[in-house]
């Protein structure tokens, strides 16, 4: 009896979460319209057309999608996914596991995706090759916007070279001839200075670590966490953020923040708080970003739970309403001009040795 009990509850609370905050008549507006890319722009300084780059852009981010309620006791639903593509977001923030976190030597072990604390018997897992599937299947289907899937590789799949070579695999065979170009892969090159042209239809893989398998790297594009910066800049902002001065008591020189993300992907998540109560009261440990704040200070990515509503999800849905990449204002933007012209130096007004003649009694120089 308990045991359907549970079955009704779980399927309640997947479909409940869903139909509740994802009402479209309680969201006007919140859709995937493709509109205008801005494929170019009229550069200033060179006064013509020059192609945009995928750090120019806001881009519409959705934190752990599967999660269809909070971030702790919880179930993982596919349906929280296709969601999040219907909606129009780019960034997708997933984690991934290995199926045995005990034995870091098991081969037969493979990668899963799931948040830190499962709901008690019925909480289960996602195949990262079944979520793959549906990215694969869903994430072009109505545009050919980049998207961009970030995990969060943990350490009983870090620590395991065969889940590291089997997440490979699977990026390999579900995006064969969609990976953003190569010469970005290894670490190698600035993804966020990558123009936008080249990312449509295409998919860009950034991780929290550099995984030691060969494979896996030739297909990771940024290597992005809170200590490590070589794609952009990772920022987790909680309740002490919000409370305290925003994302400006993250450091005293905001300059150089804002510096960075001009060519370098600025990425924000929530952070997290694990709460027995979400158990059973669905999104009571969730927390919401307020974005304006790290918007203005030119972060591209402000991940939004999509599974709560309230102030923070409307400013995204009024952010991105027409369009999941909205080009970024002018002072937020690397906006490449021209080299000076160098004129040619006047010898006569040169502080270089000059020899001298003398004439007639008079000097003479000899410039």
């Not at 509740?20 to 006064?47: A, L, M, R, S, V």
């Not at 593509?85 to 995706?113: E, M, T």
């Not at 059973?280 to 440990?285: C, H, I, L, N, R």
């Not at 502080?351 to 000899?366: A, L, T």
Request: net charge positive.
């Amino acid at each position: 009896m308990w045991h359907y009990i549970n079955d009704i509850y779980v399927v309640n609370r997947v479909d409940n979460a869903i139909d509740t905050n994802f009402n479209e008549k309680n969201n006007p507006g919140f859709n995937t319209e493709q509109g205008d890319i801005y494929i170019t722009y009229n550069n200033p300084c060179y006064k013509k057309e020059l192609p945009t780059r995928l750090s120019d852009f806001y881009i519409f981010g959705a934190f752990r999608p599967y999660q269809v309620a909070g971030h702790s006791y919880d179930v993982c639903s596919m349906k929280g996914i296709q969601l999040a593509l219907d909606k129009g977001a780019r960034f997708h923030y997933i984690d991934v596991w290995s199926s045995n976190p005990v034995n870091y030597l098991d081969n037969q072990a493979y990668p899963i995706v799931r948040n830190t604390t499962l709901m008690p018997n019925e909480g289960k897992a996602l195949l990262f090759s079944d979520v793959c599937k549906t990215y694969s299947k869903n994430a072009w289907s109505n545009t050919n916007y980049p998207f961009i899937l970030y995990l969060e590789i943990h350490p009983s799949a870090e620590k395991n070279k065969f889940v590291l070579r089997k997440i490979a695999k699977t990026l390999w065979e579900n995006f064969q001839g969609r990976f953003a170009p190569s010469r970005y892969s290894f670490g190698h090159g600035n993804i966020g200075e990558m123009p936008i042209r080249e990312g449509m239809n295409k998919i860009i893989i950034m991780t929290n670590i550099y995984p030691n398998d060969g494979f896996l790297q030739e297909l990771v594009h940024g290597v992005v966490n809170e200590t490590t910066q070589n794609a952009g800049t990772l920022v987790k902002y909680g309740r002490g953020h919000k409370d305290y001065g925003g994302i400006q008591s993250q450091t005293s020189n905001m300059s150089s923040v804002v510096e960075r993300n001009r060519t370098h992907l600025g990425i924000v998540i929530p952070e997290e708080k694990i709460a027995a109560t979400n158990f059973v009261q669905p999104g009571t440990d969730l927390f919401q970003i307020p974005p304006e704040d790290p918007w203005k200070f030119g972060f591209q990515i402000v991940c939004v739970n999509l599974q709560k509503p309230g102030p923070e999800r409307d400013a995204q849905i009024k952010k991105f309403k027409k369009r999941s990449f909205v080009l970024r204002e002018d002072g937020l933007r690397d906006i490449p001009c021209p080299k000076p012209d160098v004129l040619k130096q006047n010898v006569k007004a040169s502080y270089s040795p000059r020899g001298i003649d003398v004439w007639d009694g008079y000097f003479k120089h000899n410039f």
